[in-house]
């Protein structure tokens, strides 16, 4: 199971005090990691750079201002925007999980 985690090196404009993107994927893959094992896999997408497909749908609403990054995408799902929280992120893959 791959969680996606969307994000620019720049901060957004009302994520001063938060952690950026980067570092929401190194977290939730450290946290996810205790409780599922390696079964589940946090990758941090660029909003910045050439990307296609779902990855590039996503990048372009964020700049559109449709979401706010960190933006956390579960199988073409959103999770979690802005500052994800980790309950609402387990209790998404858990549904998945239980089918």
Partial sequence: MEILVFGAEQLCASCVNLPS?????????????????????????????????????????????EFWYPLVVLQGQVIGEGNPKLKDIQQAIENIRLG
Avoid: C, N
């Avoid at 939730?28 to 590039?56: C, F, H, N, T």
């Fill in 21 to 65: 993107a980067k570092d929401t994927a190194e977290w939730l893959q450290a946290a996810l990691e205790r409780k599922y094992g390696s079964g589940i896999a946090v990758r941090y997408v660029d909003i910045d750079q050439p990307l296609e497909g779902m990855e590039a749908d996503f990048a372009a609403r964020i700049h559109a201002e």
